[in-house]
């Protein structure tokens, strides 16, 4: 039978994706300030839950540390910046700000579900 954080790993990254794609049709983007930072509050606490979803299986051998998750982190944050960068999500007038809110966000949901 599959780890209890392994189906709950599963069911939140298929509901932040449903949630993410209709976000995108909706604009809710730029509808709603907030909904980006609840996105990368989400997104954070996903890298953290996968860590450890994945550290359950018998072939993995490591041990989910914060340092593992602060790599992962920082991967995950920067390489979805300059996604956002590359095709146009952002708003020259706020991106240095909206950029650092949003790697505060996802480092602060990785941490908390960490924890």
Known sequence: MPHKRIILFLALSVIFAVVHYLAV???LYWYLWWFDILMH????????????????FSFVTYKPTLKLLIILLIIVT??????????????????????????AMGFIGGLLTHY
Do not use: C, P
């Open 78 to 103: 920067s390489t979805w910046e300059v996604f956002e960068r590359s095709v146009g999500l952002f708003d020259q007038t706020t991106y240095i700000f909206d950029t650092v809110k949003d790697i």
């Open 25 to 27: 049709r909706l604009s």
């Open 41 to 56: 509050f989400w997104g954070g606490a996903l890298v953290a839950l996968g860590m450890h979803a994945l550290s359950t």
